[in-house]
């Protein structure tokens, strides 16, 4: 258990619904982020917040989009998705050393 | 463009067996690097390597970092099945605030009984 938590741990969504996607600490980690990892690829980094603030966004489609309300909770609203978004998506924290991650959502857009 | 490579990408071996895994990168602004194993899904961190020479060593498990030659190596001695793993090493960049890590596409470890 790294103290980082997501829910859903599955999710399977069709291309016209919306979903969210949770990531919750409370290990006192000023950072957040977003990756998405798919088969034989390395880890996509998705969106960056330090002290709530997005820093960095990695050219990702609108259809994801990020909402951090505060420095221990990060959401990934999902709507109108396409089958290759279907991937593993891990949420990560850090302070100033290592990245903490949780255990991800398996999402398949069907 | 900031890069990470890791080699071999997968390695089977038995059980007692030793293993080396690679990680070389060529990254703008090098802060440090990591090693991470990933089982199922969340990855776990192993190690941080930011000086050149030194060995960090956890059980059976060790890692040196070597910042000239741009690599670093992950050593597992006397392996068993519960090292079957994917391996993942990332480079953090001094990138500001965004401390940004770039990402090996992994090495898949299975160790046989």
């Known amino acids: 258990e790294t103290g980082v938590t997501q829910t859903p741990r599955h999710l399977v969504m069709g291309m016209t619904n919306k979903k969210s996607l949770k990531c919750e600490q409370h290990?006192?980690?000023?950072?957040m982020y977003w990756y998405k990892q798919s088969a034989k690829k390395p880890l996509e980094l998705m969106f960056v917040?330090?002290?709530?603030?997005?820093?960095e966004n990695n050219s990702v489609p609108s259809r994801f989009s990020p909402e951090c309300p505060n420095s221990s909770h990060l959401f990934l609203h999902l709507h109108t998705l396409q089958p290759e978004d279907s991937a593993l998506y891990l949420c990560?924290?850090?302070?100033?050393?290592?990245?903490?991650f949780g255990q991800g959502t398996r999402l398949t857009v069907v | 463009e900031d890069k990470v490579v890791q080699s071999p990408l997968s390695l089977v071996v038995h059980e007692g067996d030793t293993v080396t895994l690679n990680c070389s990168y060529e990254?703008?602004?090098?802060?440090?690097l990591l090693w991470y194993k990933q089982e199922k899904k969340a990855p776990t961190f192993l190690f941080m390597l930011?000086?050149s020479g030194i060995e960090k060593k956890s059980g059976r498990l060790s890692s040196i970092l070597d910042k000239k030659e741009l690599f670093s190596i992950l050593n597992i001695t006397a392996t068993q099945t519960g090292d079957s793993a994917v391996y993942l090493c990332a480079s953090r960049l001094n990138a500001g605030n965004n401390r940004k890590l770039i990402w090996g596409l992994g090495t898949s470890l299975a160790v046989n009984p």
């Open positions: 917040y330090n002290f709530k603030e997005q820093t």
């Open positions: 990254v703008t602004n090098f802060r440090s």
């Open positions: 290990l006192g980690h000023n950072a």
């Open positions: 990560a924290s850090s302070l100033d050393t290592e990245a903490f």
């Open positions: 930011t000086s």
